[in-house]
């Protein structure tokens, strides 16, 4: 039989996470605080292969490198460009091959003319190596529009695609470019590096936040949980659920395939408790009331910024059907 102390000593610890604040359950859990969104700090970490990651509080930079020139996934926030562009020269010593972003949001384009520069012009001549910057269209068509604000036009991907993918070969390497429909927003692909066994997610995928869903881009829970399952059977692991294929999500850090399955049993899990109530007559606000995310808020929510708790719930709430 457990010893009365022990039951005691536990039952005080979840009484006190369940009162704690979403920043206390995080020090609890020894979850790092990821980047600000403005921050010029970076990181540098080599995943495998020839591909490395640029941590930046915009996003992950996934990084191909090879005789032809660095493939980058997404170029990170503007503040962060010179550390970027340093962090590339010390990775290869040629000139950017190419960009590709996983979405039209600024913290993945903000980089593109900075990285775009560094290969213009060709020395001793006013000549561009007229690297290509490869997006989906939907992205580029959201920004025509204004639907993202003044997004300046040397930002924007001019190597577009309306498909379910795009192939490359870049530096030795089959390189597909996959559209998910529908899930941060219209416009999210992923990049799978498939000889050296990497997957750059963007948003898709995110070890540091409930999925930041864009319904006014076309976003949706749903689609999210479509793409990680995509994810899935994709990954291979190399031994009990580690290693092997590995995943680069937009923010946060370096993960396998069991990572990317948590994070999908957890949004299936929330989105079935929500129906349930939504169901049963519930409004959004007795919802809340009942914390249906609670024991994922330690690692995924948030009280305060730009993308809280709440508003992921929202979103969840207004696709099984509730009205507020």
Same mark, same amino acid.
Request: charged fraction near 20%.
């Given at each position: 039989?457990?010893?009365?102390?022990?039951?005691?000593? /536990?039952?005080?610890? *979840?009484?006190?996470?369940?009162?704690? +604040?979403?920043?206390?359950?995080? %020090?609890? =859990? @020894?979850? !790092?605080?990821?980047?600000?969104?403005?921050?010029?700090?970076?990181?540098?970490?080599?995943?495998?292969?020839?591909?490395?990651?640029?941590?930046?509080?915009?996003?992950?930079?996934?990084?191909?490198?090879?005789?032809?020139g660095p493939l980058l996934v997404d170029s990170g926030n503007a503040e962060a460009n010179e550390a970027v562009?340093?962090?590339?020269?010390?990775?290869?010593?040629?000139?950017?091959?190419?960009?590709?972003?996983?979405?039209?949001?600024?913290?993945?384009? /903000?980089?593109?003319? *900075?990285?775009?520069?560094?290969?213009? +012009?060709?020395?001793?001549?006013? %000549?561009? =190596? @007229?690297? !290509?910057?490869?997006?989906?269209?939907?992205?580029?068509?959201?920004?025509?529009?204004?639907?993202?604000?003044?997004?300046?036009?040397?930002?924007?991907?001019?190597?577009?695609?309306?498909?379910?993918?795009?192939?490359?070969?870049?530096?030795?390497?089959?390189?597909?470019?996959?559209?998910?429909?529908?899930?941060?927003?219209?416009?999210?692909?992923?990049?799978?590096?498939?000889?050296?066994?990497?997957?750059?997610?963007?948003?898709?995928?995110?070890?540091?936040?409930?999925?930041?869903?864009?319904?006014?881009m076309g976003g949706s829970l749903g689609g999210v949980i479509d793409a990680l399952n995509r994810v899935i059977?994709?990954?291979?692991?190399?031994?009990?659920?580690?290693?092997?294929?590995?995943?680069?999500?937009?923010?946060?850090?370096?993960?396998?395939?069991?990572?990317?399955?948590?994070?999908?049993?957890?949004?299936?899990?929330?989105?079935?408790?929500?129906?349930?109530?939504?169901?049963?007559?519930?409004?959004?606000?007795?919802?809340?009331?009942?914390?249906?995310?609670?024991?994922?808020?330690?690692?995924?929510?948030?009280?305060?910024?730009?993308?809280?708790?709440?508003?992921?719930?929202?979103?969840?709430?207004?696709?099984?059907?509730?009205?507020?």
């Open positions: 039989m457990r010893p009365l102390t022990t039951t005691v000593a /536990a039952a005080a610890l *979840a009484a006190a996470w369940l009162t704690a +604040p979403l920043s206390a359950q995080r %020090e609890l =859990l @020894g979850k !790092p605080e990821p980047l600000a969104s403005d921050t010029a700090e970076i990181e540098v970490l080599h995943v495998q292969g020839p591909v490395h990651l640029i941590a930046t509080g915009g996003s992950n930079i996934t990084v191909q490198t090879g005789a032809q562009v340093a962090a590339l020269a010390g990775l290869s010593h040629l000139p950017p091959r190419a960009i590709i972003n996983t979405s039209p949001l600024a913290g993945h384009i /903000a980089g593109n003319k *900075a990285v775009f520069d560094i290969g213009s +012009p060709i020395p001793g001549t006013d %000549e561009s =190596l @007229g690297m !290509p910057i490869i997006g989906h269209q939907n992205g580029v068509n959201r920004m025509a529009s204004g639907a993202l604000g003044d997004v300046p036009v040397d930002l924007w991907p001019f190597n577009t695609f309306f498909g379910e993918k795009k192939a490359l070969y870049v530096n030795g390497e089959s390189i597909e470019v996959l559209h998910m429909p529908n899930a941060i927003s219209d416009s999210d692909v992923m990049v799978w590096f498939r000889r050296s066994d990497v997957l750059a997610t963007g948003d898709i995928f995110d070890t540091t936040s409930y999925p930041r869903i864009r319904t006014d059977d994709i990954t291979i692991p190399a031994f009990n659920q580690q290693g092997g294929t590995l995943v680069v999500p937009g923010h946060g850090r370096i993960a396998s395939e069991s990572d990317v399955v948590e994070v999908r049993d957890m949004l299936t899990i929330v989105r079935e408790r929500v129906a349930a109530m939504v169901e049963s007559g519930m409004s959004f606000e007795d919802v809340i009331a009942t914390r249906p995310s609670l024991e994922y808020d330690g690692l995924y929510g948030s009280d305060t910024g730009d993308w809280t708790t709440r508003q992921f719930l929202e979103v969840v709430y207004a696709e099984v059907g509730g009205r507020r």
